[in-house]
């Protein structure tokens, strides 16, 4: 039973076209997260929702954006995709902040052309 | 951030235990260590925590040194499927997990 399902698996989009990912779940959880995983190297943290409470890493790109519209759903936009925004992008909830195990999603991964 | 040090890479063979050790030296009385697996194409996934005592579950046991300066990660035998990159995270019950770059267990048949 899928419990944070992201689609689509696999995404292609051209140099400087917008694309959206998505993120949903059946947690009923009130946290989300949207991650970034380049080739090789370990998942980073783009920004996370506590309910409709927006917080944004500081060092993640004004390119990126989310939306999340209810509980359920999440939306990782990227205004004008570079190649170096080539990744796996990775949802992941939690029940709460805290100590709260995290429940990831098996990604979309995006490649620019 | 706590720091974290791990082995780039372990080998171990299937059946056998496996100890995944990690030094968090700057770890703070009140941070809890985690641990996620990533298995090939797949997202993370958590295994266990513990704040101060050794914990077991059915994935995996943690061992926690005294001091907390370092765990331990015990898969009791291991199987294919347990190759994987693995994760310790100390986490500070805020809001966010901090990835370093973890242990790329393989196993062999």
């Known amino acids: 039973d899928a419990m944070v399902i992201q689609n689509p698996r696999y995404q292609v989009t051209q140099f400087g076209k917008p694309v959206t990912l998505s993120c949903s779940q059946t947690?009923?959880?009130?946290?989300m997260y949207w991650y970034q995983q380049k080739s090789s190297q370990a998942p980073k943290l783009l920004f996370h929702?506590?309910?409709?409470?927006?917080?944004n890493e500081a060092d993640t790109p004004d390119n990126f954006q989310s939306r999340r519209p209810n509980t359920s759903f999440c939306f990782l936009d990227i205004r004008s995709p570079g190649l170096g925004d080539a990744a796996m992008y990775l949802c992941?909830?939690?029940?709460?902040?805290?100590?709260?195990?995290?429940?990831f999603g098996p990604g979309t991964r995006l490649t620019v052309t | 951030d706590a720091k974290t040090t791990q082995p780039n890479s372990m080998e171990s063979n299937e059946e056998e235990p496996v100890h995944l050790p990690c030094n968090h030296s700057?770890?703070?009385?009140?941070?809890?260590i985690h641990w996620y697996r990533q298995l090939p194409s797949q997202g993370p996934e958590y295994v266990i925590h513990g704040l101060t005592s050794n914990v077991n579950n059915r994935m995996a046991s943690l061992a926690i040194a005294e001091d907390r300066k370092s765990s331990t990660l015990i898969l009791h035998r291991a199987t294919l499927r347990d190759a994987a990159v693995y994760y310790c995270?100390?986490?500070?019950?805020?809001?966010?997990?901090?990835f370093g770059q973890g242990t790329r267990l393989t196993i062999n048949p």
């Open positions: 700057t770890i703070s009385g009140t941070d809890y």
């Open positions: 992941a909830t939690s029940r709460d902040y805290g100590d709260y195990e995290q429940y």
């Open positions: 947690l009923n959880h009130n946290v």
């Open positions: 929702y506590y309910d409709k409470d927006f917080n």
């Open positions: 995270i100390p986490y500070q019950g805020a809001q966010k997990l901090v």
